[in-house]
């Protein structure tokens, strides 16, 4: 599975950036999709995840009700549209998947297989 994450940029807060995620390789509704950011000097953490099918997700409280991570209607991508940004949620963001047959989400680093290259985004107070 390769992974190509792209959308991330230079904003104010209180903006807003949708990022992308375009899956290529095993079938894409195997996959359970995920994204993480890490700030300089932390830990990567966990942001928000989708099940294979869509229809669960789940959030970092820091981005519940402003963040919504979501199935692409183009085939094979996943998107996390970030609303009201803060300048906290500056860092490098990263999208994961795992093959699995588990209709769940998923939290944790070491629960992901593959990994995008990551895209940078930064917000400015």
């Known amino acids: 599975v390769q992974l190509q994450a792209s959308g991330g940029g230079l904003v104010q807060a209180g903006d807003s950036l949708r990022l992308s995620c375009a899956a290529s390789?095993?079938?894409?509704?195997?996959?359970?999709m995920g994204w993480f950011r890490q700030a300089p000097g932390k830990e990567r953490e966990f942001v928000a995840s989708v099940s294979r099918s869509g229809g669960s997700t789940d959030y970092t409280d820091s981005v519940k009700g402003r963040f919504t991570v979501s199935r692409g209607k183009a085939r094979n991508t996943v998107l996390l549209q970030m609303n009201s940004l803060k300048p906290e949620d500056t860092g490098v963001y990263y999208c994961a998947a795992r093959s699995i047959a588990f209709s769940g989400t998923l939290r944790s680093v070491t629960e992901y297989a593959y990994w995008g290259q990551g895209t940078q985004v930064t917000v400015s107070s």
């Open positions: 390789g095993p079938t894409f509704s195997s996959l359970v």
